[in-house]
């Protein structure tokens, strides 16, 4: 079924971020491991340059979600990748062996901080010739994460983001400072309104010097974020930090608030993941209904997003980035090998204080 590169420069092993059971980023391991093969038609294997990591990979890992993910061992971690292809499924037309790529797997592909991962076509796209891997690695999930957010919110509001006030919490963040950038360097946003703690405003500062519409510095350890930006004055919140609902006087009647961060409703759990047990569905659903009600009564429309995988965003974002509109942010960067730079890396990531952007491990 496959058309592999060279199928002996194939390694029947490989080197992985593989867990044995569940535990915390201490607990990690690199692990040598089955090379993955393809068994679908529409799958692609990549030679991975470079991954990067997200909070929902040490989640996962924690077993926090186990009785709706039902997880097997060796557990791969990691979504994100950059690399080469080298290997295609049958019915694979539009990548080819030697392509160099970029990938959100999908959730049953998960597996990616390792040597080699597979992912399906439809959720990879041509690298930029200009992108290097470690930047390319950096963007999938929370590229497309906040483009899928943003799209929505752009279609929800009349008249769409266009000339619109903006507020996304966090902006040195993984999802953070790619929505700055996409608002207002792609969807035409006039004012973007963020957060950050103080060591992180000269950083910014000088990262978006350059750009179209105003971008407004808050720091949210010292200022009355709410009073600095107003009752009704924001059109959409991209809820990157879970306080939508501390936000919502903020948002003016008619406005949007998309949420990455909170919980999410029970039907997005189990379309994600088919082996949720009713109770949490019925519960996520109850929490999410209650703050769709409180949204509601301040005029505002809330929903959770949870992002799909989709090689077509992928494409968009690879083309905006060598358009100069976005600027991938990389923070640490580790070797795969070198297990203490990757658990301090994960370290930073569980914490959620302290790291900018996002943090890559090179296979390479
Ligand atoms: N729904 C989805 O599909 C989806 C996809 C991606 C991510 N997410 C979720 O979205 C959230 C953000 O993800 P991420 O990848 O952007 O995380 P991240 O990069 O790990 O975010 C950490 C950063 O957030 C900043 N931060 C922490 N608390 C803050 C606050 N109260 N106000 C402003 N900034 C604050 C920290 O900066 P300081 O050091 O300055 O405090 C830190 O550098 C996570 O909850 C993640 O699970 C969901």
């Known amino acids: 079924m496959a058309q592999a590169i060279k199928q002996s420069s194939i390694p029947a092993t490989m080197r992985a971020l593989a867990i044995a059971a569940y535990g915390k980023p201490s607990t990690y391991g690199i692990a040598t491991v089955p090379t993955p093969q393809i068994t679908q038609p529409d799958e692609v294997l990549i030679k991975v340059h470079a991954t990067s990591v997200n909070p929902i990979d040490i989640v996962l890992a924690s077993g926090a979600l186990k009785m709706a993910t039902k997880d097997t061992f060796p557990f791969i971690l990691g979504y994100d990748a950059a690399g080469t292809i080298v290997a295609v499924g049958s019915g694979v037309h539009d990548l080819k062996v030697g392509n160099e790529v970029f990938t959100r797997a999908p959730n ?91 060591g992180k405003m000269e950083r910014a500062k000088e990262l978006w010097k350059d750009g179209e519409g105003e971008v407004v510095y808050l720091d949210y350890t010292k200022d009355d974020v709410n009073s600095a930006i107003g009752p009704k004055t924001v059109d959409f919140m991209l809820d990157t930090m879970a306080s939508a609902m501390e936000s919502l006087p903020l948002i003016r009647h008619g406005g949007v608030i998309v949420t990455i961060s909170k919980t999410p409703s029970g039907d997005e759990l189990k379309a994600k993941f088919k082996s949720a047990p009713w109770i949490m569905v019925a519960l996520l659903n109850l929490v999410d209904g209650v703050n769709r009600w409180r949204a509601s009564r301040h005029g505002v429309k809330y929903s959770y997003m949870w992002m799909n995988a989709d090689g077509k965003g992928l494409e968009d974002l690879g083309t905006w980035v060598e358009e100069g509109k976005i600027k991938p942010l990389v923070g640490n960067i580790a070797q795969l090998e070198d297990m203490e730079a990757v658990k301090e890396g994960f370290e930073e990531v569980q914490k959620g204080k302290g790291g900018i952007g996002k943090f890559v491990i090179k296979a390479l």
């Open 108 to 198: 049953h592909l998960r597996g990616t901080i390792a040597e080699y991962c597979i992912s399906s076509a439809s959720a990879t796209a041509r690298k930029p010739a200009s992108m290097t891997f470690v930047d390319a690695a950096s963007i999938p999930l929370v590229g497309l994460t906040v483009l899928q957010a943003i799209r929505r919110a752009d279609a929800e509001l009349d008249g769409g983001l266009k000339g619109k006030t903006v507020f996304v919490p966090g902006g040195l963040s993984g999802t953070g400072s790619v929505a700055v950038q996409l608002l207002r360097n792609v969807f035409g946003a006039k004012k973007v309104i963020t957060t950050l703690s103080p």
